[in-house]
Nanobody
Framework: QARLVESGGGLVQPGGSLRLSCAASGGTFRAFRMGWFRQTPGKEREWVAGIMWNYGYTYYADSVKGRFTISRDNAKNTVYLQMNSLKLDDTAVYYC??????????????????WGQGTQVTVSS
């Protein structure tokens, strides 16, 4: 089974942009759907965005709609999260996740059966 490896996190000022990447490597990769989640200390992991792997349909949490864009490159087995107009509240560890076919709700952590290790995003002036 392929591993999911996130990259692209870092420190950015409010209003700035970052692009996160999540690459599946090292084995067989099949996904029905991919998602991005985020988590801050003491809080539950929060769903941010999702994308249907084959058809490209996208879904967003209200908190990021209009600012974040999820996309994928099937040939590279990579999913991206373009984050614009970043706010202080966007500070979190961001995780990508793969759903091999649960057919569950796109925003539920239980729908995903594989997770990356996370990448830190810090929005600060």
């Amino acid at each position: 089974q392929a591993r999911l490896v996130e990259s692209g996190g870092g420190l950015v000022q409010p209003g700035g942009s970052l692009r996160l990447s999540c690459a599946a490597s090292g084995g067989t990769f099949r996904a029905f759907r991919m998602g991005w989640f985020r988590q801050t200390p003491g809080k539950e992991r929060e769903w941010v965005a999702g994308i249907m792997w084959n058809y490209g349909y996208t879904y967003y949490a209200d908190s990021v709609k209009g600012r974040f864009t999820i996309s994928r490159d099937n040939a590279k087995n990579t999913v991206y999260l373009q984050m614009n107009s970043l706010k202080l509240d966007d500070t979190a560890v961001y995780y990508c996740a793969a759903d091999s076919g649960s057919m569950g709700y796109v925003g539920s952590r239980d729908s995903y059966d594989q997770w990356g290790q996370g990448t830190q995003v810090t929005v600060s002036s």
